[in-house]
């Protein structure tokens, strides 16, 4: 790996800096550590060419915030949000707003890991990770009403049991619905599905109400 891999952690708490850092370091990359969203946004212009492992709370500025003001400032290096279970609608959020990926704390080190290499890959290729919207069509195509209803949901941000009461069906449907249509979309983490929902333009209100239970 090229010691030109920068990859940029952006996060309050000095043991998630150490702790990430201390891994990303032994994988065979260069890490640069910001203590807040302010920090970062200030030092950006000067900063080394990489991606960056952005957390979502933060005080003074948050993650969102953060991306915002670097979209604002024309700053393109692919960002992965670090976020709390609890702030999984935020991450989905995030990734519309064209986030790569997001990693739960605690993290486990394959999974950091291989979001960080798939921030890299749209950097390397931007043209092979833009959604082709016709191909993303095609692919939810293959799911039942009701699968397309869930992911319809995982879209907008709304947790299981949320989706749940909106269809009627118990949480555990919820699961299992949500198991098969990630078979069939051919993807193994819940990101990529969200990348196909969102090139597809599930979680816009011009889809609400498109589809009708099985």
Same mark, same amino acid.
């Given at each position: 790996?090229?010691?030109? =891999?920068?990859?940029?952690?952006?996060d @309050? !708490?000095a043991?998630?800096?150490?702790? +990430?850092g201390?891994? *990303?370091?032994?994988s065979?990359?260069?890490v640069? +550590?910001?203590?807040? /969203?302010?920090?970062? *946004?200030?030092?950006?212009r000067? $900063?080394?060419?990489?991606? %960056?492992? *952005?957390?979502? =709370?933060m005080?003074?500025?948050?993650?969102?915030? &953060?991306?915002?003001?670097?979209?604002d400032?024309? &700053?393109?290096?692919?960002?992965? *949000?670090?976020t709390?279970?609890?702030?999984?609608?935020?991450?989905? =959020?995030?990734?519309? $707003?064209? $986030?790569? @990926?997001?990693?739960?704390?605690?993290? @486990?080190?394959?999974?950091?890991?291989?979001? %960080?290499?798939?921030?890299?890959?749209?950097?390397? @290729?931007? !043209?092979?990770y833009?959604?082709s919207?016709?191909?993303?069509?095609?692919?939810?195509?293959?799911l039942?009403?009701?699968?397309?209803?869930v992911?319809? #949901?995982l879209?907008? #941000?709304?947790?299981?049991k949320? %989706?749940?009461?909106?269809?009627?069906?118990?949480?555990?449907?919820?699961? &299992?619905?949500?198991?098969?249509?990630?078979?069939k979309?051919? &993807?193994?983490?819940?990101?990529d599905?969200?990348?196909i +929902?969102? +090139? $597809?333009?599930? /979680?816009?209100?011009?889809?609400? /109400?498109?589809?009708?239970?099985?």
């Open positions: 790996m090229s010691d030109r =891999r920068t990859v940029h952690i952006v @309050d !708490e043991a998630i800096r150490r702790s +990430a201390f891994l *990303l370091k032994k065979g990359y260069r640069e +550590a910001w203590a807040s /969203g302010v920090d970062f *946004l200030k030092g950006v000067h $900063a080394t060419d990489g991606c %960056i492992l *952005l957390d979502v =709370r005080p003074v500025i948050d993650g969102l915030e &953060v991306q915002q003001a670097l979209v400032q024309g &700053v393109t290096m692919p960002i992965v *949000l670090l709390g279970h609890a702030d999984v609608g935020i991450a989905v =959020r995030a990734m519309k $707003a064209g $986030a790569v @990926d997001f990693v739960e704390k605690p993290f @486990d080190m394959a999974v950091l890991l291989g979001a %960080i290499e798939t921030a890299f890959a749209r950097l390397d @290729d931007q !043209e092979r833009a959604a919207a016709q191909e993303a069509a095609l692919v939810i195509a293959s039942t009403p009701r699968e397309r209803e992911l319809e #949901g879209a907008r #941000g709304l947790p299981n949320t %989706i749940a009461f909106d269809l009627d069906i118990s949480a555990r449907t919820v699961e &299992v619905h949500r198991a098969n249509l990630m078979t979309l051919g &993807v193994h983490s819940f990101p599905a969200l990348r +929902a969102f +090139a $597809a333009g599930l /979680g816009t209100d011009r889809e609400q /109400g498109s589809s009708s239970p099985a």
